[in-house]
C-alpha cells in the first residue's frame, strides 16, 4: 500500500516509522508519538490509548481530546458508528473497556459506580446534552450550566444532568441522546459538521472492601469543533457566527498551550469557555493525549500545517505530573491502619517529594504495608515500600508521561 495520500507522507524507512509525518513531500516533517496512516482501523487507534483509559479506572483524571480542521475525521474518530463493531470510535470503546474492566476487577473485592454527563460549548455557551426537558433549557426557563471553581481549585460545571451508568448498553442510548442534540450544520467543507465542542465525561468512582481503598477517577472524551479558515468557509449569517465562535476559542486553546509552552507564570486559562473547561487537564494533574486528525488533500495543506504546528507544541508542553486519586478509608477493628504515623515518618524521611501514596495490603504482608510514589525531577519515579518496625525498601523504576 502507498505510504502517500495527498499533502501528507510518512516515513517508510528509519527510525520514524510509525512516528513521523510529512507534508508535501518532505518540505515539512513532524514527529509524534505515533503517526496512523489513512487505512488505520479503529481497532488499532483504539490499542494505543487503551492504557491511558484504563489508568481512569486506576484513579486518575485522563483527557483526550480530537483536535483538527472541520471534516478532517475528529467525530469519525471519536465517536465513529457505535452500531457497527469496527467503526465505533474511541469513546464506546472506552466505556466498554471500562467496563468489563471493573468488571473483572470484581474478583478482587473492587466495586465501581461510574457516572457519565455530557455537554457541548457552542458560541462560549454550555449545554447539557442529557438534560430532560430539552425545551426548557433552550428557552432559558431552567437553570442555565456554568463553570465554577471550587476552593481547592477543581472545576465544576453547575446545573449539569449526571446519570448512573450500569450498562453498555445504556450509556449508547445516552450517546445517542447527546448526539441527537448537538448542534450540527452543514457546511461547505462538511455536510454534516460539528458546530460546538462537544464533552464527554465518565467519572469512576472504586472502592474496595477488602482493603478499604477508594479510588476517583475521571476520564475526559473530547470531540473539538473544528478550525476553518472564514474566506474558505464562505460562511454567512447563524454558520458565520458559530465559524467566528469555534476559531475564537481555538485560538484561545492555542494561546494557552503556547503560554505552557513557553513556562509563563499566567496561562490565560479564563479566556473561553473551552480552556476554562480544560485548565485542570492542561494545567493540572492529568493525562493527557491530543489525537490530531488531518485532512490529506493537497487544498487543506495550509491548514494541515497549523494543526501539524499545534500538536508539535502541545507534544512539547510539560503539564505537571499526573496524580492518582485513591485514598485508604478507616476499617474496623483488627484492620485499623496507622496511617499518619508511617506518612510523617516517609514525608520526613524523603521532604517536598512525596507527591501521591497509595496503601496497597498486600494479600501475605502485614496489614500496614504502604507503597509511596515519589518523584525526583525530570522523571524518575522512586517507589518505596515500607512496612512498620521494618526498613524502608525504595525500588526505581522509570516514569514516562502519558503511559
Ligand atoms: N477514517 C475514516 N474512515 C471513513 N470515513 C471517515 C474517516 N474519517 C472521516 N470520515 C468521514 O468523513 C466525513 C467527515 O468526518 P467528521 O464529521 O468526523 O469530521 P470532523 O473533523 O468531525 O468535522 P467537523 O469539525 O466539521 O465536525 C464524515 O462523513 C466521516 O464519516
Known sequence: MSNESGAVSYPNSGENIGMGIKLMHNAYSFTFDKVFEHSASQEHVFIEISQLVQSALDGYKVCIFAYGQTGSGKTYTMMGNPELDDQKGMIPRSLEQIFQASQALNSQGWKYKIQASMLEIYNETLRDLLVMNRMAAQDGTSSKCSIKHDDSG?????????????????????????????????????????????????????????????????????????????????????????????????????????????????????????????????GGDSKTLMILNLSPEVSSTEESLCSLRVAARVNSCEIGIPRRETQLG??????????????????????????????????????YCLCCIKVQPPTLVLSASFWPHTELMIETTEFRRGS
Open 154 to 282: 477543581n472545576i465544576q460545571v453547575s446545573n449539569l444532568t449526571v446519570v448512573d451508568v450500569t450498562s453498555i448498553s445504556q450509556f449508547s442510548l445516552l450517546l445517542r441522546q447527546a448526539a441527537r442534540r448537538r448542534s450540527v450544520g452543514r457546511t461547505h467543507m462538511n455536510e454534516e459538521s460539528r458546530r460546538s465542542h462537544c464533552v464527554y465525561t465518565l467519572r469512576i468512582f472504586g472502592v474496595n472492601k477488602g482493603t478499604a481503598q477508594q479510588v476517583h477517577g475521571v476520564l475526559n472524551l473530547i470531540d473539538l469543533a473544528g478550525s476553518q479558515c472564514l474566506n474558505k468557509s464562505r460562511a454567512t449569517g447563524e454558520r458565520l457566527k458559530e465559524t467566528e465562535a469555534i476559531n475564537t476559542s481555538l485560538s484561545s486553546l492555542n494561546a494557552v498551550i503556547l503560554s505552557i509552552a513557553r513556562k509563563e507564570k499566567h496561562v490565560p486559562f479564563r479566556n473561553s469557555m473551552l480552556t476554562s473547561l480544560l485548565e485542570p487537564c492542561l
Open 330 to 367: 478507616s476499617k474496623d477493628g483488627d484492620g485499623q491502619c496507622s496511617n499518619n504515623i508511617m506518612l510523617s515518618e516517609l514525608s520526613q524521611a524523603f521532604p517536598e517529594q512525596v507527591i501521591a501514596f497509595r496503601f496497597e495490603p498486600l494479600i501475605s504482608a502485614p496489614k
